[in-house]
């Protein structure tokens, strides 16, 4: 796991908070924020990030689907049960296993896809032990951690600290 180097501040309100997150991402960085609770106008600040989340679902998803009526397609081809005179394979009897195949998929593969992104994502972008650590981020406060190059953490810390940063931490 590679080293933190920038700065990471914590906040009282959302508002300092979404101004800083706003105010970095226009220095074209993009920050993590440590959140108590959801808040949609973090969300806002933060923009829209890229995911492949949705890429992965519709892949399994698309894949049970050929999966649940291939499957059933294939069974009774090779083993035949003439019922009179009705065909042997056709997509109404499959729609049903084609349906939970293609949920069952999904839901498995996009948790899966979730889990493993979310470690990914640790390793690229790294946060701070202490502050993983800092308990008030669970309770009442908002961090935002900015990873940066060594040459622009001075701005980055006058940026938190114009906006009413409590704590300022840098780590180079």
Known sequence: MKKFVGVWGIFEYLDETTETIEQVREKGIQPTVLT???????????????????????VFGALGCLIGFSLPAWTASDWVLPVSGKPIVAIPPFTIIGFELTILFTAIHTLAGLAL?????SFR????????????FQ???FGVVVRCKTEIIDEMQAIMKKNGAEEIHVEK
């Open 36 to 58: 108590p609770c959801p808040r949609h106008e973090i969300d806002h600040a933060l923009g829209n990030p890229g995911t492949l989340v949705p890429w992965i679902a519709l």
């Open 117 to 121: 992104l979310g470690i990914i994502d």
């Open 125 to 136: 972008f790294p946060i701070p032990k202490e502050a993983k650590n800092y308990t008030r």
């Open 139 to 141: 309770r009442d406060r």
